[in-house]
């Protein structure tokens, strides 16, 4: 979406000065100098600051500061007059892990907490103690001294719920504004005459992939095509083999071929059992004109609307996500209805144009906030 929104404005005329930083300078940095930058980075105040004099930005909008930009960006741009606007990705600024997902199960034990202890103790950034002390380190941190309150003009929350969780742990629903993801270019609608369901995303536990594996046990008859990698692929692979599965997995295709994909299916299969930020996947399948079976938790119970773009099942039980693809399977009549009302979906709410009209008015919101604070 940084790459999409970075596009989008400058197709539209806007000057765009990105500033990035990539993960993989963290190898070049000694455990401590790596948490003193999640914490706080000296660098980042320096970089933007010279940026901000160079170029003097109406608006500086960040997609993500973690681990190496460090909230001391926010900072750096509100002392040199810049309106800060965040888009809210993921959960991290609540949850060590960012995703509300533990043990295989939603979790909230850290989210309104002073001190996200629970996230140390269970080590629920990348399984380490040592590295959740640090990013809930960061959280006490910022929260402490009033960056999440004082140092961003405009949150953007991409659904409704995920605005409501952030609200419910303390932060100010006035700085709110929900702007879902677009998709951009435009693939065109698909005719679903692949005779397959397809499954695109990261291979990891709350993604449901073991729930979609013991569905597709129910759906001997039913092809699936899964695209993606990640930390379950072999043990994915090995049981697909081991119950001889009508199923092919494909491991990581480029986005042309997920998209030629897309316009095949007869339906998306999104069986998450976190409650996710805002998925391309589903957006993508909408432009498609691809109904979408997702589990009824979070923003997919918002995003997909039951008998109308898709059909929702119950988080994690497969019999239930097999009874839902079985009723499509059935009822091409309802897959092609179904399939219809996502296209009018897509085109109403998730175009690169109502995009770009609803950043404007986001940027807009976030500059009279900077009259105000000057005032």
């Known amino acids: ?22 993960n993989d300078a963290l190898s070049d940095l000694s455990r401590v100098q790596a948490a003193a930058r999640t914490i706080w980075s000296r660098k980042s105040v320096q970089d933007l600051s010279q940026l901000i004099r160079r170029h003097t930005p109406d608006i500086a909008h960040f997609h993500n500061v973690f681990p190496l930009i460090s909230p001391s960006a926010y900072h750096a741009c509100r002392r040199l007059g810049v309106p800060v606007v965040q888009t809210l990705h993921n959960f991290r600024l609540l949850c060590p892990s960012a995703t509300l997902f533990r043990d295989g199960h ?9 001190v996200p202890w629970p996230g140390i103790v269970h080590g629920c950034y990348r399984g380490s103690r040592a590295q959740s002390a640090v990013v809930a380190g960061m959280l006490v941190l910022h929260r402490g001294i009033g960056t999440w309150r004082n140092q961003i003009d405009v949150y953007i929350a991409l659904s409704q719920y995920a605005m409501d969780t952030f609200v419910r742990a303390g932060f100010p629903a006035a700085k709110f504004v929900i702007k879902p993801n677009f998709v951009s270019p435009d693939p065109g609608r698909g005719d679903g005459s692949g005779g397959y369901a397809l499954f695109v995303g990261r291979l990891t536990p709350e993604k449901g992939v073991r729930t979609l594996l013991l569905a597709w046990e129910r759906l001997g008859h039913i092809p699936l095509k899964i695209v993606g990698d990640g930390p379950l692929l072999r043990e994915t692979v090995a049981r697909v083999q081991e119950r001889r599965l009508k199923v092919e997995v494909l491991g990581v295709r480029p986005h042309a071929q997920v998209i030629g994909l897309m316009t095949g299916a007869y339906c998306l299969v999104f069986p998450s059992e976190w409650y996710e930020g805002f998925p391309m996947a589903i957006l993508e399948a909408y432009a498609c004109g691809v109904p979408v079976v997702a589990s009824r938790l979070g923003t997919m119970a918002e995003v997909v609307h039951d008998n109308r773009t898709g059909l ?27 399939g219809g009302l996502a296209r009018e979906e897509f085109e109403s709410r998730y175009t690169d144009r109502s995009n770009h009209e609803a950043l404007m008015r986001i940027y807009h919101q976030a500059r009279e906030c900077k009259a105000a604070w000057k005032a």
């Open 1 to 22: 979406m940084f790459r999409a929104e970075v596009e989008l404005l400058r197709q539209n005329r806007h000057e765009v000065i990105e500033y990035t930083n990539h």
């Open 312 to 338: 929702l099942f119950a988080a994690a039980k497969p019999e239930d996500l097999a009874s839902q693809v079985e009723e499509l399977w059935r009822r091409p009549d309802l897959r092609r209805q179904l």
């Open 106 to 114: 939603v979790c909230h034990d850290c989210v309104g907490r002073a």
